[in-house]
């Protein structure tokens, strides 16, 4: 009798002749120290081999996970300098009759976005209506954006909430149409928890856990949305628009990349980001120049309409543009009411 292995485990060996008595073959097992020996005759040394070859080829265990993407535990500080322009830029407002002009302008004015301003879009995200409502969002944007910061990277990170919350500032006027006006940045604090929730599942689907496990952080992530911005005075339409874009833009991400990129890659994002801001500012600017420091000429600044107002399956056609003014509460985020809680802007006039 020939060796046919050696050096195997007891339950390598218990396996092995498992398979060879299965197939019919004759062979012996040894112990030879703390390992295990086979033995077959020379005449049944290849049908042996043959048969376990293809044991261990049917049943060849899975190939390991590839390494899944890192935390980046000292980036995470850049959500604090996320939040101080918040808060810059919120004190450097002023006032409620500075807030108006400023609402006017840069709003997420439905109508005016799908008129082709879609520098609102982004620029929203940065006003809020008063303290509380900035306090709100900052605690959670320290929460989840600190998180997305971490898994995609300081740079990628933020330029992925950006641009995931003025898409979805971006749906939200394309559900409303006009007669619209939101500002505050829980529409990105929402598309950063959609980014989170896109990062856990990923991990799970790479981690090759159950089905049901890999939806849990996405259930989870749409349990916070109906608590955090379901309230009376909450966008939800936007919060909703925020979130689903999230975890869009975190699917593609981690699709298509996979890992953390190094430094040039989130540096250069960060730069596209404030580009992106800044070019909205100025867009904004220049467009409603009267919007700042003037009397607001064209906004929609209500969702809810006097039915008198209205003309049956059409959008609304004031009289006359000094005699129409509606009234409405601006839709802020994370369900923080501004301190402005009825604007009176002239109604939008648009043909029949």
């Known amino acids: 009798m020939a060796a046919l292995f050696a050096h195997l485990t007891l339950d390598q060996a218990r396996t092995y002749s498992l398979v060879l008595s299965s197939a019919g073959i004759v062979h012996h097992t040894a112990r030879q120290g703390v390992r295990w020996s086979i033995f077959v005759s020379h005449a049944l040394r290849g049908p042996a081999q043959k048969a376990v070859a293809a044991y261990l080829a049917e049943n060849s265990p899975p190939e390991p996970a590839p390494p899944l993407p890192e935390i980046l535990p000292w980036r995470t500080h850049s959500a604090l300098y996320v939040i101080l322009i918040l808060w810059v830029i ?3 407002i002023g006032p409620e009759a500075s807030q108006r002009h400023f609402f006017t302008a840069f709003g997420a004015d ?20 008063d303290d509380a409502h900035l306090m709100a969002n900052t605690v959670f944007m320290l929460l989840f954006g600190t998180y997305t910061a971490a898994v995609f990277g300081w740079g990628v990170g933020w330029l992925l909430i950006l641009t995931a919350g ?29 980014l ?39 966008d939800l339409i936007a919060h909703v628009a925020g979130f689903v874009t999230g975890i869009v833009y975190g699917g593609l991400y981690f699709a298509a990349v996979g890992r953390i990129l190094r430094w040039p890659a989130q540096t250069s994002a960060a730069v596209v980001a404030v580009a992106i801001v800044l070019a909205s500012v100025l867009w904004g600017a220049t467009v409603a120049p009267q919007g700042v420091g003037g009397n ?8 809810v309409l006097n039915p008198a107002e209205m003309v049956s399956g059409s959008r609304s056609h004031p009289r006359s543009p000094e005699s129409s003014v509606r009234t409405g509460p601006i839709r802020s985020g994370l369900g923080s009411p501004p301190s402005i809680d009825h604007l009176k802007y002239p109604a939008r006039s648009f043909p029949g």
């Open 90 to 92: 919120h004190i450097a």
């Open 110 to 129: 439905a109508g005016q976005i799908m008129d082709g301003q879609l520098f609102r879009c982004v620029t929203a995200l940065l006003l809020h209506g």
């Open 296 to 303: 607001p000429h064209v906004i929609c600044g209500a969702r």
């Open 166 to 194: 003025a898409q979805g500032n971006l749906m939200a006027a394309w559900w409303y149409k006009s007669l619209h006006l939101s500002v505050g940045a829980s529409t990105a604090v929402f598309a950063a928890l959609g």
């Open 196 to 234: 989170c929730a896109a990062a856990t599942a990923w991990r799970r689907m790479r981690r090759r856990t159950g089905r049901w496990r890999i939806w849990l952080p996405l259930a989870g992530g749409l349990g916070l949305v109906g608590w955090l911005g379901t309230s009376p005075r909450a």
